[in-house]
């Protein structure tokens, strides 16, 4: 069945880096399309990026542009989430999440990775 | 930024019962939206597209309707794993955008 497995979250300072991984199995990672979501703890989802299914045409919310940095891997069948300058405000569960055919709505979701940014 | 709202914020509804949830968009969204649903500590999980469409193994007793800005998820004679949050998401235009969640509890 179709997988999402993230990782790579954790504790950090402001200012900070970290990298999620994301690691897909179950379905043809390489002919799709990825996202991140977040959830801040408490609160409702924010879209955070998506990238393309061959690596190219990356979106960005606001939030986050200039700071943050979709890649993958399609050998590996792994998504990346390069999330540099963090703030406090990014703190919350990164979920990856697969595009559904050409639609960008969300038909499967990891189980999400808790990034903390703190003193 | 199409601004997604979600009403009410909390909806009581006894086992059995209907429970009607609404999505408005700032401007049209046309039929590019979805609804999913939440668990405690779960990730979301696809419920509707396209507005009306049910995702793979959702039940019948969900529903959606609305094109536009004003669109409808209606839950009829709710089981006792559809007490969760409810999330409508558009994606009509970049950025995706969600709304803020409504809450179904059990009256």
């Known amino acids: 069945q179709v997988q999402l497995v993230e990782s790579g979250g954790g504790v950090v300072q402001p200012g900070g880096s970290l990298r999620l991984s994301c690691v897909a199995s179950?379905?043809?990672?390489?002919?799709?399309?990825m996202h991140w979501v977040r959830q801040a703890p408490g609160k409702g989802l924010e879209w955070v990026a998506y990238?393309?299914?061959?690596?190219?045409?990356?979106y960005y919310a606001d939030s986050v542009k200039g700071r943050f940095t979709v890649s993958r891997d399609n050998s590996k069948s792994t998504l990346y989430l390069q999330m540099d300058s963090l703030r406090p405000e990014d703190t919350a569960v990164y979920y990856c999440?697969?595009?559904?055919?050409?639609?960008?709505?969300?038909?499967?979701w990891g189980q999400g990775t808790l990034v903390t940014v703190s003193s | 930024e199409i601004v997604m709202t979600q009403s009410p914020a909390a909806l009581s509804v006894s086992p059995g019962g209907r429970a009607t949830l609404s999505c408005r968009a700032s401007q049209s969204v046309s039929s590019n939206l979805a609804w999913y649903q939440q668990e405690p500590g779960q990730a979301p999980r696809l419920l509707i597209y396209?507005?009306?469409t049910r995702a793979t193994d959702i039940p019948a007793r969900f529903s959606g309707s609305g094109s536009g800005t004003e669109f409808t998820l209606t839950i009829s004679s709710l089981q006792a794993e559809d007490f969760a949050l409810y999330y409508c998401?558009?994606?009509?235009?970049?950025?995706?955008?969600f709304g803020g969640g409504t809450k179904v509890e059990i009256e």
């Open positions: 999440a697969k595009k559904i055919g050409n639609e960008d709505l969300f038909d499967c």
């Open positions: 998401q558009q994606y009509n235009n970049w950025p995706l955008t």
């Open positions: 179950g379905f043809t990672f390489s002919r799709y399309g």
């Open positions: 396209g507005a009306s």
């Open positions: 990238i393309r299914h061959d690596g190219g045409n990356n």
